[in-house]
């Protein structure tokens, strides 16, 4: 992932630090060499997944406002474990790539309906460890910001333009035309700006409250 992004997105991942988590000391001895490799490992792969995009309330109301189109918003906390069609999975431990055949195929999982080969992307450049909520999350975001949208959702406002922007990436959400860019069935631009400004209201006053929202793990 280039700098540009890293810094647009918020990311920061910590270089020196992850240098230092991986040094083996000259004072060890082979013994305690592969114990502490490991160690040092652990604590790599702990900084890595500290990378994130930071979670404002203008970012959580679109995020909220794609699920509410892709049908997992009603589902709360369980829309994270949502198959295409609604039936859900157990394991957060990966993708499940279950194919479920209704009005359409598709193996859409998880709150933002991921197909297995957008989730494989976006866990590979994020370094993603499991499909858990924050990661999908994590990936959404990495999604808007590859459709060059993150700046028009950090503005707080949900225009037709956004809306068309994303609508390659979402089924669910209309072009410019007023249609799915897939062909499928999708939400009116009323109704989710509706929902966007109603839920963004909500999330302003509790961070106005409560401080920066705190960062959701899996």
Known sequence: MDLALRLRSGFGLGICALGAALTISAGESATNLQGAMAARLTAARELRSQQTYVLTPERKALLNTIRYAEGTWKQGEQGYRTLYGGSTFDSYDKHPERVIVKRYTSAA?????????????????????????????QAALFLIERRDALDEADAGELTPQLLAKLAPEWASLPTLKARSYYGQPVKKTEDLQEFYEDNLEVLRRQAARSGPMPLRFS
């Open 109 to 137: 999982a998880g709150a933002y309906q991921f197909l297995p080969r957008t989730w494989a992307m976006a866990s590979r450049k994020l370094d993603l460890l499991d499909f858990g909520p924050r990661n999908q999350d």
